[in-house]
């Protein structure tokens, strides 16, 4: 009986540990679960047509009414018991666990799940970066085809409108992969684009200081080239359209 409880004891710190370093949206999103910003995932524990879990440090379904911590979420998953769900996540997650009866974990698993686990941090990061440099340049895009919108059938059009036209469908679908893609979606943009990301970066600082100076677009939308582009006061006319809302560089995105 004295074993038993000592057991049970031991068992408890585990989870205690485990729960304290992962939530129960990490392990779904770790297992392949696509969780939206609100927090919420279609229930794998049911025939879920539409979102109907809600996954923080713990979860809940109103669906189904499935509930419990990260230890019941794994162990459910995967029909197992809470101990053995907890040895997966140790294993999986790349957690530390302080106990000398703690789930086994074979040598070099717990080093190799350290090293999956921080390649998916990093590339999370990565996706996240280019989507919200994105999100800024289709945000932009935007104010422009509204702001430089061809005012009569004669005028000229803006360099800025015709990016705005040519980018925009462009960007969302770019967007949309980075936010709704598989991970080789997400992983295509970051190959294609990525170079381009710190230059895209420094011009959004120059644009945000006050200090912008941007390539205009020729008329097909190609670049005209960094090294050889107007300034930007150029491609205003007669210093319209300079208040600070339009002093954002991302005019030229380099990422394109």
């Not at 485990?18 to 392949?32: L, W």
């Not at 809940?60 to 509930?67: A, N």
């Not at 997966?88 to 799940?113: H, N, Y």
């Not at 979606?185 to 420094?202: H, M, S």
Request: proline share 4%; hydrophobic share 30%.
């Amino acid at each position: 009986m004295v074993r038993l409880l000592e057991s049970e004891v031991i068992r408890t710190g585990i989870y205690s540990q485990i729960k304290e370093q992962v939530s129960t949206r990490a392990v779904a999103e770790h297992y392949g679960h696509r969780v939206n910003r609100n927090g919420m995932m279609r229930c794998p524990f049911h025939d879920d047509k539409r979102p109907s879990m809600k996954v923080d440090q713990n979860f809940i379904c109103f669906g189904c009414q499935e509930k419990g911590d990260v230890i019941d979420f794994a162990a459910k998953l995967f029909g197992m018991t809470p101990y053995d769900a907890a040895g997966k996540l140790i294993a999986d997650m790349g957690l530390t666990v302080t106990a000398e009866s703690r789930p086994d974990v074979q040598p070099g698993t717990r080093q190799r799940a350290k090293r999956d686990r921080l390649e998916q941090e990093q590339f999370e990061q990565a996706v996240s970066r280019i989507y919200n440099l994105y999100c800024d340049y289709f945000r932009l895009l935007n104010e422009w085809a509204k702001e430089y919108a061809p005012r009569s059938p004669d005028e000229d059009l803006h360099p800025l409108f015709v990016e705005a036209m040519h980018q925009r469908d462009y960007v969302e679908y770019l967007l949309d992969l980075l936010l709704y893609g598989s991970k080789e979606d997400k992983a295509f943009v970051l190959i294609e684009k990525g170079k381009g990301v710190n230059k895209l970066e420094e011009r959004i600082r120059e644009f945000d200081s006050g200090r912008w100076k941007r390539s205009s677009r020729s008329v097909d939308g190609s670049l005209a080239g960094d090294d050889h582009g107007a300034d930007p006061g150029d491609a205003r006319s007669d210093g319209e359209r300079s208040s600070p809302e339009y002093g954002h560089k991302r005019g030229n995105d380099p990422v394109l």
